[in-house]
Each structure stands twice: as structure tokens, then as C-alpha cells.
């Protein structure tokens, strides 16, 4: 059992940042890659970013490569998603997720838990 806890959301103007965290607890942290999704309202859930068990690796879409960057600390069972250069087409609310095959998923149906998501607001 894994529970994740996300923080850091809020409303921001358009070329603003804002950093998101997600605290994990429950099993061991470094076993298990972490990925960032986003729901818009009317939309699917979509790929944000993901990073291995190790923080060797990371895996980005074109529509947030280059402005948002994901990372992780071990040592405190935290994972952030730093974004810089925000649109309003960024508007949406984002979730943490384990993937417990610890590479990273791009695939929503390969993470095994979620958060409960926090909200994103970009004002144009």
C-alpha cells in the first residue's frame, strides 16, 4: 500500500511557475518510478512526466519539454514537478502516481496508485 499526497497547486498568471510535491509513504520510496499526470475539465487524464526509481532517468511529451521539470528526492520520499513558463492550456489538476516497475511509465494503466490531485490555474 502506497499513499501519495500531492501539494504545491494554486492559481498563477501566464509565464509564472509553480512547483508542485507529492509525499509518498507506505513502501519503500526508491523502489518504485513516479509519474505526473493532468485531467482538464472535459478531458482525459494525459501524461505529464515521469522519473525511474533512481532519478536516472526521465521522460517528458513535446507539450511541456523544455518548461516542466520532474525530480526526486529519496531521502525524503518526495517527488516535485518544478513548471516554469505556465499557459493556460496548462490549466488542469495534477496527480502523482507509483509505478511499481520502477522505469516510468507513460501509460496511465501501468501505475499502480494515485494521489488525489491538486488544482492548476493559469490565468491568461
Known amino acids: 500500500q502506497v499513499q501519495l499526497v500531492e501539494s504545491g497547486g494554486g492559481l498563477v498568471q501566464a509565464g509564472g511557475s509553480l512547483r508542485l510535491s507529492c509525499a509518498a509513504s507506505?513502501?519503500?520510496?526508491?523502489?518504485?518510478?513516479m509519474g505526473w499526470f493532468r485531467q482538464a475539465p472535459g478531458k482525459e487524464r494525459e501524461f505529464v512526466t515521469a522519473?525511474?526509481?533512481?532519478?536516472?532517468?526521465?521522460s517528458y511529451p513535446d507539450s511541456v519539454k523544455g518548461r516542466f521539470t520532474i525530480s526526486r528526492d529519496n531521502a525524503k520520499n518526495t517527488v516535485y514537478l518544478q513548471m516554469n513558463s505556465l499557459k493556460p492550456e496548462d490549466t488542469a489538476v495534477y496527480f502523482c502516481a507509483a509505478d511499481f516497475r520502477g522505469l516510468g511509465s507513460l501509460t496511465r494503466s501501468d501505475y499502480d496508485y494515485w494521489g488525489q490531485g491538486t488544482q492548476v490555474t493559469v490565468s491568461s
Open positions: 522519473i525511474s526509481w533512481s532519478g536516472a532517468s526521465t
Open positions: 507506505g513502501r519503500t520510496f526508491s523502489n518504485y518510478a
